[in-house]
């Protein structure tokens, strides 16, 4: 069975760097073809496609948040952790990681992790 | 910029049938996705590949696609499918890889 479950802080500081981690279980990040990516979503409005890791620790990101976002991984753990810097209050969203055994859809996905972004 | 244009809302009453578009210049030639998401839950994958469905999925939702147009369709709707729903599509050659749609309220 393929679970993921997100953990984080509830709370960030505008400007602080926020760090997610996503912990797997059920598959491999080492299979050939195996993805995960972090998708968020503001409240009460639409997905945002984040970032995503690939089996052979290739990274790929969204070109609007590239240069505030890093993705890596875990194997040993079965972890991959997403750090987004200079938080701001836009980025107050629920934030989810998501398992892509095929690279052009998410088939299972975390439960999410709310991130509010307030002084 | 990319972006995938859904209703806002559907309204349909218990076992007739929702039909959900998703709109962009020639989506046709792009493999279309949905998700289901309920409140306070995760999204759920019901529909890949334009019309393939994951193990568990009721029948009832369909997908289709072709021209400048997606479409979920959910026949039979039942209480239960009142939920969000969002299409997506993987473009390898945008900047931005992977796009959702403005997503669907479905009241029922």
């Known amino acids: 069975q393929v679970t993921l479950r997100e953990s984080g802080p509830a709370l960030v500081r505008p400007t602080q760097t926020l760090t997610l981690t996503c912990a797997y279980s059920?598959?491999?990040?080492?299979?050939?073809?195996?993805?995960v990516s972090w998708i968020r979503q503001p409240p009460g409005k639409a997905l945002e496609w984040l970032a995503r890791?690939?089996?052979?620790?290739?990274?790929f990101y969204n070109t609007s948040l590239k240069t505030r976002l890093t993705i890596s991984k875990d194997t040993t753990k079965n972890h991959v952790v997403l750090t987004m810097n200079n938080m701001d209050p836009a980025d107050t969203a629920t934030y989810y990681c998501?398992?892509?055994?095929?690279?052009?859809?998410?088939?299972?996905w975390g439960q999410g992790t709310l991130v509010t972004v307030s002084s | 910029s990319y972006v995938l244009t859904q209703p806002p809302s559907v309204s349909v009453a218990p076992g007739q049938t929702a039909r959900i578009t998703c709109e962009r210049n020639?989506?046709?030639?792009?493999?279309v996705n949905w998700y289901q998401q309920k409140p306070g839950q995760a999204p759920v994958l019901v529909i890949y590949y334009d019309s393939d469905r994951p193990s568990g999925i009721p029948e009832r939702f369909s997908g289709s696609n072709s021209g400048n147009t997606a479409t979920l369709t959910i026949s039979t709707v039942e209480a239960g499918d009142e939920a969000d729903y969002y299409c997506q599509v993987w473009d390898s050659s945008s900047d931005h890889l992977y796009v959702f749609g403005t997503g669907t309220k479905v009241t029922v």
């Open positions: 890791i690939d089996w052979d620790d290739e990274t």
């Open positions: 020639n989506i046709g030639s792009k493999s």
């Open positions: 059920g598959f491999s990040l080492n299979s050939p073809g195996m993805r």
């Open positions: 998501a398992r892509m055994a095929d690279i052009r859809w998410f088939d299972s």
